[in-house]
């Protein structure tokens, strides 16, 4: 992968923040396989299936059974740490704190956040328009082809 399509491929809404006082705050205990999930996030800042995770973690040498990893980013979307976003194929997560909206390729399932501010004006004319408002998370998902299956 080129380092301009690596790019396009980032979600940079991901927070850069110290993973045990992330976990603190949230009321998380600081296991090891959490703190492996969370820097792993932390430093890739993608939304990732939790196959994704597993695989990505193994190569690293940090090993995380794939139940171990659902269970950590349940907990994590539970306690408003992390968020889902269903798609097509598997159910990717995301970290952030900041409020985002999502977009999804219908093809690969990539998923990439997209700042609240590009598309508050839009959420608010499809509201007016259709009454139809963005879920509890705030999160509107906009589905198209990525960069990359365009080509």
């Not at 430093?43 to 190569?59: G, K, P």
């Not at 740490?81 to 690969?108: D, F, K, M, N, S």
């Amino acid at each position: 992968m080129s380092r301009a399509s690596q790019a396009a491929h980032h979600d940079t809404t991901t927070p850069a923040r110290d993973p045990r006082a992330l976990l603190r705050r949230h009321g998380l205990r600081c296991t090891p396989s959490r703190l492996r999930v969370l820097t792993l996030f932390s430093a890739s800042q993608l939304h990732l299936a939790v196959t994704e995770v597993s695989e990505r973690l193994a190569r690293a040498g940090r090993a995380v059974h794939a139940t171990t990893v659902y269970r950590t980013l349940e907990t994590f979307t539970a306690v408003g740490l992390a968020h889902a976003v269903h798609g097509p194929g598997a159910t990717r997560y995301g970290i952030t704190e900041e409020p985002h909206h999502h977009t999804v390729c219908q093809r690969c399932g990539h998923v990439a956040g997209l700042a609240s501010e590009h598309l508050t004006k839009a959420a608010g004319k499809l509201e007016e328009l259709t009454g139809l408002r963005p879920d509890s998370s705030g999160s509107l998902l906009v589905y198209g082809l990525c960069a990359r299956c365009c080509r």
